[in-house]
């Protein structure tokens, strides 16, 4: 009798010792989160998250809001709408970048005025925008236009082509960027009165 219970006592420990193994190998393959969850489950969500990532690093981060703490000039035209200036920066690539906001200061809604676009033809098929905005420095007597890209589309707020009564859309526009002597330019805009800016 001793000899057998003698075996059958081994064998439990063998197959205990093989269930500690098994354990042991799950838990180093897959394994649980904090949260329970196994690993396969944590490993799988690893590439929406840098899905995710990668899209947020891909979304354009240019000039849409512009630093309304500071007004360069304020336009006012005939039929309600207003241009508030509120930047002229330049940039260590040789640029001038313009911010501001667009108003519609008017009582009813208003169709934004095609000719702001500019009267060149390939600037015309490129859809509505602020092409048509130039900047003179006077003193080096030269004017500057809306840069484009290699498209052609120009570096400028596009899409707009109708603001409510009272509503204001934010908008930039980039040119290159006048002689570092040259600290003042006028900005025009067809149908707009002409305005003196400081370049910062």
């Excluded at 042991?24 to 690993?39: E, F, I, P």
Aim: aromatic fraction near 6%; include cysteine.
């Amino acid at each position: 009798m001793s000899v057998w219970h003698g075996a059958q006592a081994r064998r439990r420990t063998a197959v205990a010792l093989a269930a500690v193994s098994l354990a042991v190998s799950l838990t180093a393959c897959g394994g649980t989160d904090d949260d329970g969850k196994s690993g396969a489950d944590s490993s799988s969500s690893a590439p929406a998250a840098d899905k995710s990532k990668a899209e947020d690093q891909g979304k354009d981060d240019g000039p849409t809001v512009p630093d309304t703490s500071k007004t360069l000039a304020t336009i006012n035209g005939s039929d309600g709408f207003q241009f508030v200036i509120h930047t002229a920066a330049r940039d260590s690539g040789g640029f001038l970048t313009v911010t501001g906001t667009i108003k519609n200061t008017a009582s009813s809604a208003q169709s934004v005025p095609i000719r702001w676009n500019g009267s060149e033809q390939q600037i015309k098929q490129t859809g509505r925008s602020l092409a048509g905005m130039t900047l003179i420095d006077k003193a080096g007597k030269k004017r500057y236009y809306v840069l484009r890209d290699t498209d052609g589309y120009p570096l400028t707020t596009t899409g707009v082509t109708r603001l409510d009564a009272g509503a204001g859309v934010a908008f930039f526009a980039q040119f290159p960027a006048p002689p570092s002597s040259t600290t003042q330019v006028d900005l025009q805009l067809p149908l707009m009165p002409t305005a003196t800016i400081e370049i910062s």
